[in-house]
């Protein structure tokens, strides 16, 4: 699998993001002139904005799969660009968001994943207008280009579909291809039972897997024994690698991590909700 260095200059790209706001609801737009209105923020701390798309000179871009954002309660801002992890200062002042600078990993990712990252890199910087409407959040530059996102609550790990997006392998982290047709990507499916099944990129599988606080043993698992091209049969090698023994965990909003002795690992996220 095709891996690149990706440059740091990306690092403040998503911070922006999860911090929107809108007027308070005062009798005015609430500007601060003196008329006795104010100007709130909209309560975005706290929350798991996951990235849905980015729209730069008319045109959107669907964002991959893991994208998200999380502001904290002193202003600093962490989450995934969908490959790269970042983390950034910002400022919420009414509907308006300044970003300041941050940090990325430096992380191998696949070239459509370095071209996302790097147009969040020119679109977002400097001062943006945030607008929340319901669980949507947008944040628009002064030329009109737009990150739409939507908050995420935490889904369960048992009976949640989780699909593999990265393969980790100590400070190394790779995506999976984000035009991996949904057949062929891995994925696997915890049960209530003590049960996982899933796919590894090319064969089913199915085993024990037993929860207990931050980990999960698994047990052997069986699998189909069909024959795929290589760069398939290399990502199921990979995260069949994890699914061995005991391994520790971690759910945030939609995103799960599996972390196995030695380092190795795979990230994966759920399905985004239907929107009614």
């Not at 999960?216 to 069986?222: C, D, E, Q």
């Not at 759910?251 to 002795?261: E, I, Y």
Request: net charge neutral; glycine share 14%.
């Amino acid at each position: 699998m095709r891996t690149q260095r990706m440059a740091v200059s990306v690092l403040a790209l998503f911070t922006l993001a999860a911090c929107g706001t809108q007027p308070g609801s005062g009798a005015g737009s609430g500007s601060g002139d003196g008329s006795g209105t104010v100007r709130t923020d909209v309560p975005v701390t706290g929350v798991r904005w996951s990235v849905d798309s980015l729209t730069v000179g008319g045109e959107k871009t669907e964002a991959p799969a893991g994208a998200h954002v999380e502001i904290g309660p002193k202003g600093r801002a962490t989450g995934n660009l969908g490959c790269n992890r970042f983390t950034a200062d910002v400022r919420v002042e009414g509907d308006a968001v300044t970003v300041g600078p941050g940090t990325t990993t430096e992380m191998g990712c696949e070239k459509d994943l370095q071209r996302f990252e790097k147009s969040l890199s020119r679109t977002f910087s400097g001062k943006l207008t945030a607008a929340v409407d319901g669980r949507d959040l947008t944040l628009t530059t002064p030329e009109g280009d737009s990150i739409s996102l939507t908050s995420q609550p935490a889904v369960p790990l048992t009976g949640t579909k989780w699909r593999v997006t990265t393969l980790v392998s100590g400070s190394t982290t790779t995506a999976l291809p984000a035009d991996t047709p949904p057949d062929r990507a891995p994925h696997l499916t915890f049960g209530k039972d003590g049960t996982v099944e899933g796919n590894l990129g090319c064969n089913s599988f199915h085993g024990k897997a037993t929860v207990a606080g931050a980990t999960i043993t698994f047990g052997p698992l069986a699998s189909t024994r069909r024959m795929c091209p290589e760069t398939e049969m290399e990502v199921e090698r990979s995260v069949l690698a994890v699914l061995k023994g005991e391994t520790t965990y971690v759910v945030k909003g939609r995103a799960l991590s599996l972390t196995a002795v030695g380092g190795k690992g795979i990230g994966a996220s759920a399905p985004a909700p239907d929107k009614g």
